[in-house]
């Protein structure tokens, strides 16, 4: 069965300060999916990143930098020289072909505010 | 504009009394999906669509039901609504399937059952 884990369920940290958002995942699958996704206060869904299995490359999207490590099953999130725009819910996601085109299997969440 | 539309926004309703929450897109997806956030759980999948007339159960289907007869709505009915579907309820669209390239989310229909 397929499982995210996010264990952090609300980090606080003051404005400029680099925060780590974890994600640890669980799959059978040799080809799977991973997802962040960002959920403001405003309450939308916006899709942040996605990542195959076979790319285990870091990605850097500004202050946003994604480390996919498939030894430890961890797609974790860290935003750098935090702003008080990033407060958020931030969720990550699998997805797994396999075991079904439509299902996006998402963690608990993690509840980040940034202090001015 | 590429959305997901859903309606209503918000919505406080009387346990037992049948409701509908819309949902459209006009991105053409063949797949559509309805999920539901709780805090501390996340979001989990009600139902799901891979195309008209096509809809299968999700992981937390008890006490919904939907329909998909035209490619771009994908309703979502609660026949006999109960405190515990009180929930955050999003619909999502995706081309090619969402545990490939993930889903497009709505804004989210904020449901209270009293």
């Known amino acids: 069965a397929q499982k995210v884990t996010q264990a952090q369920t609300e980090i606080s940290v003051v404005e400029k300060e680099d925060v780590t958002l974890d994600c640890v995942y669980e799959t059978r699958d040799t080809t799977y999916y991973l997802f962040w996704y960002k959920q403001p206060p405003s309450g939308e869904l916006v899709f942040l990143i996605r990542r195959n299995s076979f790319d285990e490359q870091n990605e850097i999207s500004g202050r946003y930098s994604w480390n996919f490590q498939k030894s430890t099953s961890s797609f974790n999130f860290t935003i750098t020289a935090s702003q008080v725009v990033d407060s958020a819910v931030y969720f990550c996601?699998?997805?797994?072909?396999?075991?079904?085109?439509?299902?996006?299997?998402f963690g608990q969440g993690t509840r980040l505010t940034i202090n001015p | 504009e590429a959305q997901v539309t859903q309606n209503p926004r918000y919505l406080i309703t009387v346990t037992g009394k049948k409701l509908t929450v819309t949902c459209s897109q006009n991105?053409?997806?063949?797949?559509m999906s309805w999920y539901r956030q709780d805090p501390g759980l996340g979001l989990r999948q009600i139902y799901y669509?891979?195309?008209?007339?096509?809809?299968d159960k999700g992981d937390v289907p008890e006490g919904y039901k939907v329909s998909r007869k035209e490619k771009r709505n994908f309703p979502l009915i609660l026949e006999s609504p109960s405190p515990n579907q009180t929930s955050l309820y999003f619909c999502?669209?995706?081309?090619?399937?969402?545990?490939?390239?993930?889903?497009?989310f709505g804004s989210g229909t904020r449901l209270t059952v009293v």
């Open positions: 999502a669209s995706s081309s090619t399937g969402a545990g490939n390239y993930g889903y497009t």
């Open positions: 991105m053409n997806h063949e797949y």
């Open positions: 669509s891979m195309n008209v007339e096509v809809t």
């Open positions: 996601a699998l997805g797994a072909p396999n075991q079904g085109a439509q299902k996006l299997v």
